[in-house]
């Protein structure tokens, strides 16, 4: 297995606490109304916290697909949330599983410095294609400016 990694950090208007309580706690209804490709997120095993699994589908192109994500922990105090991407048919054949570990600090503006460590991990020998990788970091940050502008927009 290969495994690859990048670090990104981006800012936000929005401060932790309240870009933390949608993304992360109320994200499995807010992302469906701001993200017009993702139809549902549906707990399929587990209660909410670390060990639940969630399934995300999402019509792109006219054609419908899935993934699952496994949440790996939450820190609600320190607003870090860590989950794994591991299985789907939305999934590039190449990855065995992609790794999150995200975590929201306050920037001295009043809005948020969001820290994201992505790890890819690829089946074999397997390469990691850096239009793959493009994919997540955009699929990425398009939810999360889409929680961000919903958040700007209903304060």
């Known amino acids: 297995m290969g495994v690859h990694s990048f670090e990104e950090e981006v800012t936000s208007p929005v401060p932790p606490p309240k870009l ?3 993304t992360v ?3 499995d209804e807010i992302t469906p109304k ?14 909410g916290g670390p060990g639940t699994v969630k399934k995300v589908t999402a019509v792109e192109d006219g054609k419908t697909s899935y993934a699952l ?3 790996d922990a ?6 870090a949330y860590d989950y ?6 939305g999934f590039d054949e190449s990855l065995e599983k992609v790794s999150f570990k995200t975590k929201l600090e306050a920037a001295p503006h009043g809005g948020s410095i969001i820290k994201i460590n992505v790890i890819f991990y690829t089946k074999g020998d397997a390469p990691l294609t850096e239009a793959v990788k ?4 955009h699929k990425g940050l398009g939810i999360s400016k889409g929680i961000e502008g919903y958040l700007l927009a209903n304060p």
């Open 74 to 79: 939450i820190d609600e105090t320190n607003y």
């Open 134 to 137: 493009q994919d997540v970091k």
């Open 69 to 71: 994500h496994k949440i």
């Open 25 to 27: 706690i109320d994200g």
């Open 20 to 22: 933390f309580k949608a």
């Open 84 to 89: 794994t991407i591991y299985e789907g048919s």
């Open 34 to 47: 701001v993200i017009p490709a993702i139809q549902s997120i549906e707990i399929v095993e587990g209660n």
